[in-house]
């Protein structure tokens, strides 16, 4: 059965509700042999693809992930990457800005990892954050500094998505293509993987208190999430969600997204002009003799 990309994505200024979308569908796969087989052959494709991004050297590509606690943000990118040639891609995880960070706006500490020409960057977590954790806990607002005058507009969170939307077209603009997860898991599905967590000791340092205090704080992050995704995802910048209580099925619907992304680049190496050519297969005379 083939993946449609567009099956999953939010449509530009469509309202969602996260209860319409669901956390599982019929799986893409029908044994695990094939769902390797067909990951696999996702891999190889990206990998190729990767290597004319780089080649061309005119775009580049950004993902980024967002997801509720343990929806499995890592091992999508572990698995999904796993193909590309490390030279030409990128991982940043954002967790607590430090206070650094916490002195610039709150789209500098990402912009300096923005991935460069014929690169592939990928955004574990991200500015989004700054809509979404920061939102259901505005007390985070207190250590930002921000003038009063910003943190009293009731536009607050309006300007804040804009401020988002504005920077995603400038890069798009500029060649940056921008593809957004939102990994969907089920409350039930992050109960069971918090349980495998505790019951395994090698996935002990995984779980932290704070997970906990985020769980049951379920409903508003929804919401956040919900009014986000409305918000923010355009054509320039898609958000795709990502039904992620089966990992298998999510990583072959999030590599299957990325292919299409960059299939939509039309790719193809640089050819060599006339001058070039001659040069060459003068060089070509060189090496011979
Ligand atoms: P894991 O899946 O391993 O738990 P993680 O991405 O949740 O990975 P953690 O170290 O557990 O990593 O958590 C990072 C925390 O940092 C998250 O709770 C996230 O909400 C928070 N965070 C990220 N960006 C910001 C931000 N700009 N302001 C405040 N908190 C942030
Ligand atoms: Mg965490």
Redo the contacts with the bound molecule.
Sequence with gaps: MKIDPQAFRVRPDEKIKLKHWPTRVKPFYSSKAQYEKILAAHIAELSRRQGKLYAHNRYSLLLIFQAM???G??SAIRHVMSGVNPQGCQVY?????SAE?LAHD?LWRTTRCLPERGHIGIF??S?Y??V???RV?PE?LAGQALPKAALADPDFWANRYRSIVDQEQHLHRNGTRIVKFFLHVSKAEQRKRFLARLDDPDKNW?F?R??LA?RARWKDYQKAYEACLSATSTKAAPWFVVPADDKANARLIISQIVLAALDQLKLSYPQPDQAHRQELSAIRAQLAQ
């Excluded at 995880?93 to 800005?97: A, C, D, L, R």
Aim: overall charge negative; cysteine-free; glycine content about 0%.
């Design positions: 606690d343990a929806a943000k890592d995880s954002f967790k607590q800005p960070e709150f574990n977590r500015y954050e700054e979404l954790v920061v806990h985070i995984k932290s704070s997970d985020e």
